[in-house]
């Protein structure tokens, strides 16, 4: 079952206790990834959120090999700048406490676009190591 609780700052936390380390709470993070900027004006960071979906978009039209991979991203943003026009803030609410100590507190959006960067990068070493390879070849 779930156990309420309260941690740092009264942050209601529902803890599932799945071993002990899953957590699910309501924290809103009114500055961008890790609460960076926290306390800025939630206009101002849109701008930004929404200038680097811009420069985002363009990259994911022309590298058209790691479509998904740029969905992800692009939805993960989409979905944090529209919380965040719409409330002011975005709603974290997953953290891992491993090995006793806690993680960044984050939202799916979040899982979406580290994973879909995740995966841009691996490509992007891929098709450099190809490319050198190549090279290396003629």
Do not use: C
Request: zero cysteines; charged letters at 10%.
């Amino acid at each position: 079952g779930f156990l309420v609780r309260d941690i740092d700052g009264g942050i209601t936390v529902f803890d599932y206790g799945y071993l002990g380390y899953f957590h699910i709470g309501f924290v809103p993070n009114d500055g961008l990834a890790l609460s960076l900027y926290s306390g800025s004006d939630y206009l101002v960071l849109s701008g930004i959120q929404l200038a680097f979906l811009s420069f985002i978009a363009y990259f994911a039209y022309e590298k058209k090999s790691t479509n998904i991979a740029w969905s992800l991203v692009m939805a993960g943003g989409i979905s944090n700048v529209s919380e965040r026009l719409f409330d002011g803030f975005v709603t974290d609410y997953i953290w891992l406490g491993l090995l006793g100590q806690p993680s960044p507190i984050f939202n799916l959006a979040d899982v979406s676009i580290f994973i879909g960067g995740l995966v841009i990068i691996y490509s992007l070493v891929i098709n450099n190591t190809n490319n050198n390879n190549n090279k290396s070849e003629t």
